[in-house]
Each structure stands twice: as C-alpha cells, then as structure tokens.
C-alpha cells in the first residue's frame, strides 16, 4: 500500500501524462487529418511523448524500491538499492531524450511557421537545434557511461568506478535551463513583427509564452536537485519532490509545445476560440490547390498566395479564413485574372 507522499506521485504524474497523451493525440488528428500538415515536428514530437510515458513508467516502478519513503524507515529493504538505481538510470536517459527531441521538434516547427525569407531568425533557428542537439548527445553519453562498466551504477559488486562529482549534472541542468527559455523565448518577436490585430497577437504571445511555465518549473527542478544533494542522507524521501517536476517539465513542455499545432482541431470544432479570420505575412500550403492572390494585402504587404483546404486555410501568422471567405477570396482573384 502506497503512503500519501507516493499516491501524490502518482496521481500528479498520471493525471500530466494523461493531459499529454490526450493533447498529442489531438495533434495528430489536427495535423494529420484535417490539415494534412503532418511533419517531421509532428513525429520527434510523438516519439519524445513515448518516451514521457517510459519516464511515468519507470516512476511508477520505482516507488515499489523504497522512493517515497523515508530511507530510515524500517520498511526499507537494502536489497532493493541495486533495481532502485536501474531504474534511476533509466529515468535519467528517459528525461534527457524527451526533452531533447521535445525541444527539437519545437524549433523545427519554427522553421514551418514563420517567414522563411528572414535570414536572421533562421539562423537563431538552426543555432538552437545546433545547441540543443548537441548538449542531448553529450549528455546521453555521459547518463549512459557516468559508470564504467556501465551496470557498475546499480552493481557495486562489479567495482564502481563513477562520476565522484556533481558538475557534470550541475552544467546539465544549467544547460537544459537555458536551452528551455531560448526555445521558447525566440519566437516572441517574430510573433510581435506579424502585422496583426493587437488583440490575436497578444493572444498568439500568450500561446508561446506559455513556455515559460517549463522555463520556470525547470529552476524549481534545480532547487530540487541541490536540495537532493544537500540531503542525502534521506534522499528517497525528499527526492519524491524532484520525481513530480521532472515529470510536469517534461509533460507541460510537450503540452506547450503542441497547442499551436491544434488550430485545425480547434477552428473544426471550436471556432469561436478563435480570433476573428485574418489574412497575415505568407501562407502556408496544405493541399495541392492554390490561387495566386496578385493584389490581396489584407494585414500584410507580403501575400503571395492562399491555398485551400476542405475547412480553413492556415497561415504562416496561424491566422485562418473559413471556405465563405475561401472561395470569395478565389473568385476576386479569378475575376482580376479574367480582367
């Protein structure tokens, strides 16, 4: 029978994984068959969920070694230190793939949203998936071989020779920190230059700012880790606090990330919460049927063309125009061609 330290365990972790298994699914509805937009975003994002859901595994399996419970605590059982620190083990690598293909997958949906005319923000662009794809290498590396041999983390009989130290966790935390508000943090101006009504653009700010919920649970997770550290002494006790926001950083990372990729969902289903229908910077297309739009400025100088899809349109502004406005729109520019 779990104690109440373990049952808020699991239920904060289940409840997250359910709101993230169920806002991914809808993505891949959203993107996959009501605007045929699936991309390679779309897939490191899925494969970084499964690995979201190894992570809640996994805590699940280690609360029956002893973690939320007090390490002075009778019901301890020494024999349980070697599946216990298998488990850690693989926690850990789950934690540092997820984020990093999460995190990867948000910057690759960057390069399909925004303006790919502006050379400046590309090259943000590319630096971070440089940075971020890099820092999770070397890390896998270093969770994988931090022992060596490796089994020697959860085998003390095989002659440990580890990690003594904890910069290399400190700087992967310092790093996973800084690469959570970079990601999130580098489109806010883009989404400002989008010319706009004031009111969809503070609302699409909001949409990806909301990142900034991660950026601020991946500090609390480093409190948590050094408060770990100072207290080892009890530290399957105390380190029940770092299970529960490891698990919300990498569950509201995927969460955050995936909202702007339900606007098909959202405007079949609940167009009115959705702005009002705009026209902005370039188009995107989604099907295989476009109209060259010569003279069409609404909101926008740069305008090339619109492409129409069974319900909406969607915008590199992930602005939309319902198939009234489709087809209106269609029938002036071929009027202006007949012209």
């Not at 605590?73 to 293909?101: H, M, N, Y």
């Not at 992930?318 to 071929?334: L, N, V, Y």
């Amino acid at each position: 029978m779990y104690n109440s330290r373990q049952q808020t365990l699991l239920g904060v972790e289940n409840a997250l994984i359910f709101i993230t298994v169920a806002v991914v699914a809808i993505r891949i509805y959203s993107r996959g068959w009501l605007s045929r937009t699936f991309g390679t975003d779309d897939v490191l994002m899925v494969i970084a969920t499964a690995f979201a859901i190894a992570f809640t595994v996994i805590t699940s399996v280690h609360l029956n070694y002893g973690w939320g419970i007090s390490i002075y605590s009778p019901e301890q059982d020494p024999a349980w230190l070697g599946p216990s620190r298998k488990v850690l083990w693989s926690s850990q690598l789950c934690f540092v793939i997820c984020t990093t293909l999460s995190k990867i997958s948000i910057l690759t949906f960057y390069l399909r949203i925004f303006d790919t005319t502006n050379r400046k923000f590309r090259n943000l662009v590319y630096l971070g998936l440089s940075l971020v794809s890099s820092i999770g290498v070397a890390f896998i590396l270093v969770v994988i071989f931090q022992c060596r041999p490796v089994q020697a983390y959860w085998d003390p009989s095989l002659g440990r020779n580890c990690l003594r130290t904890t910069t290399p966790y400190l700087v992967n935390w310092a790093l996973n920190t800084f690469t959570d508000f970079y990601v999130f943090l580098l489109p806010i101006k883009s989404v400002w230059d989008l010319q706009l009504p004031r009111r969809q653009k503070i609302g699409l700010l909001i949409v990806f700012a909301g990142g900034l919920v991660v950026c601020i649970t991946g500090a609390v997770r480093i409190a948590c880790i050094v408060a770990v550290f100072a207290l080892q002494s009890d530290y399957t006790w105390i380190g029940t606090d770092l299970w529960i926001v490891t698990a919300a950083e990498l569950d509201l990372g995927i969460i955050c990330a995936s909202v702007p990729a339900l606007k098909a969902f959202l405007a079949r289903f609940f167009p009115r919460l959705l702005h009002r229908p705009i026209i902005s910077k370039s188009v995107q297309s989604i099907s295989s049927r476009s109209y060259p739009m010569n003279s069409m400025a609404v909101g926008s100088t740069h305008v090339r063309k619109w492409t129409e899809s069974e319900e909406f349109i969607i915008t590199i502004g992930m602005g939309s125009i319902g198939p009234e406005m489709a087809k209106e729109h269609r029938d002036q520019a071929q009027e202006r061609s007949m012209g």
